[in-house]
């Protein structure tokens, strides 16, 4: 078969160019979207941050509400709000359940099928603590951490009367004042030997008030 030449005239040049021009402008008018999108989010969550007396946990075992305490912690308390609002914890487990000491959850790991992942994650990134004069007893809300100044996503609600071992190592930064019954009845689920629920225990959503 011989070789075949294609005329190809300018019209096809000035298409090029038209489709060329269109998808940078929708590159760009994207990009801006999105920025102003994100703008407009950060606006939302800070003045959310500055009115925000409450968290109300939805979850499948039914709701409960936390009273945060901004004066006591409030760098922990705005990025709590800030990925409460984003729908971070949407669909997250309460993966690890200890009777007579805590229910932990806020790990967006947990929402994978394989349990041992479940307690690894986190946000990408960590802040330091904010140790302050409250005591770890029942009803705090507290960040979990793997250490000094390695705080995340991941919290912890105690259920025992105090646990004064961790006093000093976590930041305490709200407390239940409805729906103990709630977290109590989190807390009787059954477990596997690594403290995993059998049933899953899912935080449907947080809804900051």
């Not at 096809?12 to 990009?31: C, D, E, K, N, P």
């Not at 690890?96 to 967006?108: A, L, S, T, W, Y």
């Amino acid at each position: 078969m011989g070789n075949q030449k294609t005329n190809i005239g300018p019209g096809f040049y000035l298409l090029i160019i038209f489709i060329l021009v269109a998808v940078f402008w929708l590159g760009y008018a994207f990009t801006n979207v999105s920025k102003n999108s994100e703008k407009n989010l950060s606006k939302d969550i800070a003045a959310k941050i500055n009115i925000a007396e409450k968290a109300i946990f939805q979850t499948n075992f039914g709701n409960f509400e936390i009273k945060l305490l901004k004066d006591k912690a409030p760098l922990t308390v705005a990025n709590f709000i800030k990925l409460a609002e984003s729908g971070f914890y949407d669909g997250t487990l309460f993966h690890r359940v200890i009777k007579d000491f805590m229910i932990q959850g806020g790990d967006p790991v947990s929402m994978l099928p394989d349990w041992s992942l479940h307690g690894t994650g986190g946000p990408g990134y960590t802040f330091d603590d904010e140790i302050n004069d409250e005591k770890i007893v029942r009803g705090v809300l507290a960040m979990a951490n793997g250490g000094p100044n390695t705080n995340g996503s991941q919290f912890f609600i105690v259920t025992v009367g105090e646990a004064p071992w961790l006093d000093g190592k976590h930041t305490v930064f709200g407390r239940v004042t409805r729906g103990m019954e709630v977290v109590d009845k989190i807390e009787s689920v059954a477990t596997n030997a690594n403290a995993h629920p059998i049933q899953d225990v899912i935080v449907h959503k947080i809804i900051i008030e």
